[in-house]
């Protein structure tokens, strides 16, 4: 259940709500097919123009990572997602945005490169407005693909008791699904948002 | 060594090898002679284990009691404390958790400005926002 321990974005710098919103629908169409810059891999292997539900290249094998400050570098102020939500999956809440994954409990039906769409979504959030749901937002959806199904790393359970000649000792991995969330969709006609308002704030 | 007592870490074993190795390696980082010595190694590896079986359950409460502070502190700023602002989002129905939310109040400020709006809405049971310097006087 790793989030991203990055900040989840800059503090918005633009004081204008109402010319900002039209280029922030657009950028949120926009970053939904951006390269994934951020990945660890060798850049050869990206493909330019990442389709976001198909995945050609095989995730078994990662290259010889760049530096992450190369690629910091090279992927430039657009690296914030516009948009982000909080989704409920296996009574575990996660803050999601598009590009990036997150690990989750083994998803038992689900194979790998399959399309998942997750509903419970409990809050969106773009740079305008806030979704927030009571409980759930209404036909909003957040899309993914299954990565990978792994396990974690391993933990020794020991139990002793002194004195007594007790003592078990047991290792256990945990199985957990790899989820890369591709979209999230959905939120606009969700009745109540309340405006978020720089200027009032 | 003698087997005769069991109470001891990996000496149940029916060979005459006592994992040594397997040890050692648990007992990477300890201070002294524990990471050394395979007398104290071995009773110091087990109570690190022992912790580590206790604290994995520790961590739960650790964490969520970190999250009501973090919580309390945000919505501190905005004029609600955090019995008020949970109290408000029952009403309301709303399921972020805490660790969520703590997230929130660090992360995205103007997000968790919104819940704590819809919060004091909800529930109005709290003293209103002080205006401060300038704000004050006009």
Redesign the interface.
């Given at each position: 259940m790793a989030?991203a321990t990055l900040?989840?974005?800059l503090?918005?710098s633009k004081t204008l709500t109402l010319t900002t919103l039209p280029s922030a629908r657009r950028s949120l169409s926009v970053a939904a097919v951006e390269p994934r810059r951020w990945h660890l891999r060798a850049a050869a292997e990206e493909s330019p123009e990442a389709v976001e539900v198909e995945f050609v290249e095989a995730e078994e094998e990662p290259a010889v990572p760049e530096p992450v400050e190369a690629q910091l570098a090279a992927a430039g102020a657009g690296k914030d997602a516009d948009i982000?939500a909080?989704v409920?999956i296996g009574s575990r809440?996660?803050?999601v945005m598009p590009g990036r994954y997150i690990y989750t409990q083994r998803l038992k039906g689900a194979n790998v490169n399959d399309q998942i769409i997750l509903n419970k979504v409990?809050?969106v959030?773009t740079r305008e407005k806030?979704y927030?749901?009571?409980?759930v937002v209404t036909n909003a959806a957040v899309h993914a693909v299954v990565e990978e199904q792994g396990r974690d790393d391993k933990?020794?359970?020991?139990?002793?008791k002194?004195?007594k000649?007790y003592?078990r000792?047991l290792g256990h991995r945990q199985p957990n699904t790899r989820l890369r969330i591709t979209g999230i969709s959905g939120s606009e006609e969700y009745p109540a948002d309340?405006i978020?308002d720089?200027a009032a704030? | 060594m003698d087997y005769m007592e069991?109470?001891k870490?990996f000496r149940r074993s029916s060979n005459w090898k006592m994992n040594k190795g397997k040890i050692f390696k648990l007992a990477k980082g300890f201070r002294g002679r524990a990471k050394n010595c395979i007398r104290i190694a071995r009773e110091r590896v087990?109570k690190a284990?022992?912790y580590?079986?206790r604290d994995?359950h520790n961590k739960k409460r650790d964490m969520r009691s970190l999250w009501i502070e973090r919580i309390n502190s945000g919505t501190r700023l905005h004029g609600v404390n955090y019995g008020k602002f949970m109290h408000g989002l029952m009403k309301?129905?709303?399921?972020?958790?805490r660790?969520?939310l703590s997230?929130?109040s660090m992360?995205?400020?103007?997000?968790f400005?919104?819940?704590v709006?819809?919060s004091r809405t909800s529930f109005p049971g709290n003293r209103p926002v002080k205006k401060e310097g300038l704000a004050a006087i006009l």
């Open positions: 989030t900040p989840l974005r503090l918005p982000f909080v409920m809440q996660y803050i409990l809050l959030s806030a927030i749901g009571m409980p933990v020794i359970v020991f139990k002793f002194k004195k000649k003592q000792k309340p978020l720089p704030a | 069991g109470g870490l087990e284990l022992q580590s079986y994995r309301e129905n709303i399921q972020l958790n660790k969520v997230e929130l992360h995205e400020p103007y997000s400005k919104a819940l709006d819809v």
